[in-house]
């Protein structure tokens, strides 16, 4: 594959260009179903790259696929041509018109990074998908998305003024709203056959009869012919390169209208239904009234949410076991007239609809009730092992007056396939997004895909609906456009496209010349077990891990964005450092492929692999609860395995063993540790990169401290503790431990110590998973006694405790009730504070009132696995203390991930995001703090400020310190 670009075409080209089997691999997946090896990946840096890519592409009579996001659920970026990424280097904003509210903008930048951009300016692109913190604008306007906000903000080809599009000759033309006088002959050429196409007649009597109903604003099925059927034809020619899926041009500009901003004061209503026919039937009472949002989701959807960790706590609005709930959204710049909309609308459900419980959310947690709805895609993915939530008719669209009569029709088919479809809904706009749950691997369910396709093709003709509301035809739906409007229709889209694109290089087998849609599915190729791991429970079982993928993208979070996953993705802005990247390389070493050239090997993996730090965002964060740190970790233990015997990683993974050597004669050791010669052959025997600082050893007599604890201890005090002796504060940070004692003393407990000498994190971390389950058994017999009695044991390392709360609850032969009493009372050390506080058992005179602002990076095991806001609560509980918690992801440390010399750039872009920047931006009267041995010598490393962990600011904020 390396020759099929000429040396002329790479000198010329500004961009990057990959051919390796591992970025076709990771790039034959999108949020599909479909799964196809493209020839190579480009990543264009300006339109001038994409114009050479076009004159190559018709050259070698090669097609192109234009990709932002990869989340587009029919197929658009799958394909066996040149895969064209655009959102890594054509992702800014080029001008912006604050008078006339617009924007013009690069097609690769996402949704929410241009609204977080245009804040200030209390404006924002009011359009807005479920995938708005990873999708980009051009793919938007390739789609013609709209999402939850079009009933009231339409759709992006209402809201698109302008696009920048390379042509089929490489010609560069800028489209616009107004009419305009094209000079180059091939546009001329291009838009007079274009308009005459539009006046045909036996295709206008065609589209009045069979297109879809003028009513249903979203529509994204097939070309817009309607644009052109019109007096101000001219001037749409925008409408039909918005929603065209790339198969005309390749757009690289596009011009935005703004919107002010939505008003402030807003409350969600959630009218609760026993079935979901009479849910959809109230969508028309509701619709009188001025909503901002009418959302519909299923009990499906919502048992999905209650068992995933991240979303069961933003079940609150939620009542009993509701078939189906609405979610409405009213707003008002003045809280009596909200007072007024809302009132009124509860009375209409009270008294029009069938609804049997109606939840009021007001603004405050109004986002978490948004979150919900939005990882409906990705929480379909659990549904079980091996049938899924197939996205194949689940975006039809039709009018609101049909939209009942519709949904029971359809709910028939169900029932004649043997299914129990998932619906959730932007039902305002009359769309439903329907999933048969299928098992693709099979004959049956292959059959059924098609089968069950083609029966509600049927049903949406004969309800004059559009096939596509927003997520379009890609390769899932265009083999039924013909028979769903007809011959003459059908053939008006040919014409297009082949007046557009004469050489079909335009994303090839999209919309027109499709192939079968049960062509090329994922699901097809068949597993081998390779990599596995006799030390986990056998329930687990990795392959279906990485297959929940359904590449939705949520891994592609930007840096603005909430959450932490994936920081090495916001660090590169590169796909194949991507959960979702990840996973699909792990899927695809494990698939027999037909032909042996096309297997991925285990240097492959190792590649792709790498710079996941395994922050355990993943595993809370990814809607399909994809655990890359599980896979990682298990990866580790099959190469190594296989490559035999590494010091370094011996090291690193044994570092309390080495640890507790050099602290017995901590001088010396840290004497050769500073010193040049020592520091030099440590870094070139374990790999270390030269700025990085060594820690230093500490020597701490336990012993002595305990006895001295264990006669201090009020025998009598019934509020009982255990503090955790880690390995990491053990050897650097010893003194934590006795202020730690005394501050859980003051707020009155009695603290007994638990040595359990190491927790697992460095074993587990480096791929020694049986010798860390050992740990793990002989910790479980030395923490019985705090389990049976529920007595809390406290950590201040987070990376630790998090060993109780996830790795132990997945090992062979441990007590799996025993693991589970672990998690639950297993704390850390800031956490328990403010729990506590919470509880009552203490109050703020403990400490005193002295003024101190601090700023907060939290650990990214604790942002995963336990609630991050508890750390924020326990510093701000003194009098004087102001807390800001920095909005960062994994500090980049990641135990000796940051160490490793081929890691520290990446370590250091991940910093440098935001955590460093925050600090720098502080002055020294901040009090900078973390809790993590690795966070704290990232910081120390890389801002040259001396963090301090909580238990230190606790401890000097003690009434009587």
């Not at 390995?727 to 006795?738: G, I």
């Not at 110590?753 to 020694?768: C, E, H, M, N, T």
Request: overall charge neutral; aromatic content about 8%; some cysteine.
């Amino acid at each position: 594959m390396e020759g099929i670009f000429e040396k002329a075409f790479l000198d010329n080209f500004e961009g990057e260009v990959e051919t390796t089997l591992l970025h076709r691999s990771v790039y034959a997946t999108d949020a599909s179903v479909y799964r196809e090896l493209p020839t190579a990946i480009c990543y264009p840096k300006n339109t001038s790259d994409v114009q050479k890519l076009v004159a190559f592409a018709a050259k070698k009579g090669i097609g192109l696929i234009p990709r932002g996001g990869g989340t587009s659920l029919a197929g658009q970026c799958v394909g066996a041509g040149i895969v064209v990424d655009l959102s890594r280097h054509l992702n800014k904003i080029l001008e912006l018109n604050l008078a006339e509210k617009w924007v013009r903008v690069q097609v690769g930048m996402v949704r929410d990074e241009l609204n977080y951009q245009l804040k200030e300016h209390h404006l924002f692109f009011g359009p807005n998908t479920s995938t708005a913190n990873r999708c980009t604008l051009g793919g938007m306007f390739g789609n013609n998305s709209s999402g939850t906000s079009s009933i009231r903000y339409g759709t992006s080809r209402t809201k698109t003024l302008a696009a920048k599009v390379v042509l089929n000759n490489g010609h560069i033309q800028t489209f616009e709203r107004e009419a305009t006088t094209y000079q180059h002959p091939e546009v001329k050429r291009i838009i007079s056959n274009t308009l005459s196409l539009g006046q045909e007649e036996e295709l206008k009597n065609a589209l009045n009869e069979y297109f879809p109903k003028k009513d249903i604003h979203r529509r994204n099925s097939g070309y817009a012919l309607d644009s052109l059927s019109g007096s101000d034809a001219e001037n749409r020619v925008l409408d039909i390169l918005s929603g065209s899926e790339g198969t005309l041009g390749i757009c690289t500009e596009i011009t935005l209208q703004l919107d002010d901003f939505p008003p402030e004061n807003l409350s969600l209503i959630c009218p609760h239904f026993d079935d979901v026919i009479e849910c959809l039937e109230a969508v028309q009472a509701c619709m009188k009234h001025p909503l901002y949002a009418c959302e519909m989701m299923d009990d499906v959807i919502l048992s999905c949410t209650a068992s995933n960790p991240l979303y069961a706590k933003k079940r609150f609005f939620v009542h009993g076991k509701p078939k189906a709930l609405l979610i409405l959204e009213l707003r008002s710049s003045d809280p009596a007239k909200l007072k007024i909309q809302v009132d009124q609308l509860m009375k209409d459900l009270q008294q029009k609809t069938k609804a049997k419980h109606i939840s009021i959310v007001e603004k405050e947690q109004s986002q978490d009730v948004w979150e919900l709805r939005k990882a409906g895609l990705g929480l379909l993915a659990n549904l079980s092992t091996s049938s899924k939530a197939v996205a194949c008719i689940e975006d039809t669209a039709v009018s609101l007056e049909d939209l009942p009569a519709y949904i029971n029709d359809f709910t028939q088919i169900m029932k004649h396939f043997g299914q129990e479809a998932v619906y959730y809904a932007h039902a305002g706009a009359g769309e439903i997004h329907l999933r048969p749950i299928l098992n693709l691997s099979t004959a049956e369910g292959k059959k059924d895909f098609r089968d069950i396709s083609a029966a509600v093709a049927k049903l949406v003709k004969k309800y004059k609906g559009s096939l596509s509301g927003e997520h379009g035809d890609g390769r899932v739906r265009a083999e039924f456009l013909k028979s769903v409007y007809g011959p003459t229709i059908y053939a008006g889209f040919v014409k297009l496209k082949q007046i557009w694109d004469p050489n079909n290089i335009f994303n090839p087998g999209k919309i027109v010349f499709a192939p079968p849609m049960d062509q090329n599915l994922r699901d097809q190729i068949p597993f081998k077990d390779i990599i596995k791991s006799e030390a986990l429970d056998q329930s687990i079982d990795l392959i279906q891990i990485a297959d929940k993928c359904n590449g939705s993208g949520d891994c592609r979070k930007g840096v603005n964005a909430l959450g932490q996953m994936c920081p090495s993705f916001k660090a590169s802005d590169e796909e194949i450092h991507t959960t979702r990247a990840r996973a699909n390389a792990f899927r695809e070493f494990h698939q027999i492929h037909a032909e042996q050239e096309l297997k991925l090997d285990d240097g492959d993996l190792k590649k792709v692999l790498q710079h996941c730090v395994s922050c355990k965002a993943c595993s809370t964060e990814c809607p399909s609860n994809v655990d890359m740190g599980l896979l990682k970790m298990v990866f580790e233990e099959y190469y190594n395995k296989s490559r035999g015997f590494s010091f370094k990683r011996y090291f690193f993974g044994n570092i309390y063993m080495f640890n507790q050597l050099g602290s017995k004669l901590n001088g010396i050791s840290n004497l050769v540790i500073q010193s040049k010669i020592g520091k030099y052959t440590l870094q070139k025997t374990l790999n270390i990169h030269q700025k990085r600082s060594l820690p230093r050893l500490k020597k701490f007599d336990f012993s002595k401290w305990i006895k001295q604890l264990e006669a201090r201890t009020d025998k009598a005090n019934n509020n009982k503790v255990g503090l955790l002796i880690d390995e990491f504060n053990r050897f650097n940070n010893p003194s934590l431990f006795p202020m730690a004692a005394q501050i859980l003393k003051t707020i009155g407990f009695e603290v007994s110590v638990i040595d359990l000498k190491q927790s697992g994190r460095a074993l587990f971390s480096k791929g020694y998973i049986e010798e860390g389950r050992m740990v793990a058994k002989h910790n479980l017999t030395h923490l019985n006694y705090y389990i049976e009695n529920k007595i809390p044991v406290i950590g201040l390392e987070p990376s630790a405790i998090s060993c109780f709360w996830d790795e132990y609850q997945k090992l062979r032969d441990l007590d799996k009730a025993q693991t589970s009493k672990l998690a639950k009372i297993s704390w850390t050390f800031s956490s328990f504070l403010a729990e506590s506080f919470e509880n009552g058992l203490f109050t703020k005179e403990v400490f005193n009132s002295k003024k101190r602002n601090i700023l907060l990076h939290t650990h990214c095991h604790e942002k995963a696995l336990g609630n991050p806001d508890k750390t924020l609560q326990a510093l701000s509980i003194p009098m004087g203390h102001q807390v800001q918690h920095v909005n960062s992801a994994c500090c980049g440390m990641a135990g000796s991930y940051g160490y490793e010399k081929e890691n520290y750039s990446m370590s250091k872009k991940m910093a440098q995001l935001s955590l460093i920047p925050a600090i720098d931006d502080k002055t020294d009267d901040w009090t900078i703090a973390a809790q993590g041995i690795s966070c704290m010598h990232q910081i120390e490393d890389l801002s040259q400020r001396t963090p301090l962990h909580p238990v230190e600011i606790f401890y000097q904020a003690l009434s009587d310190q």
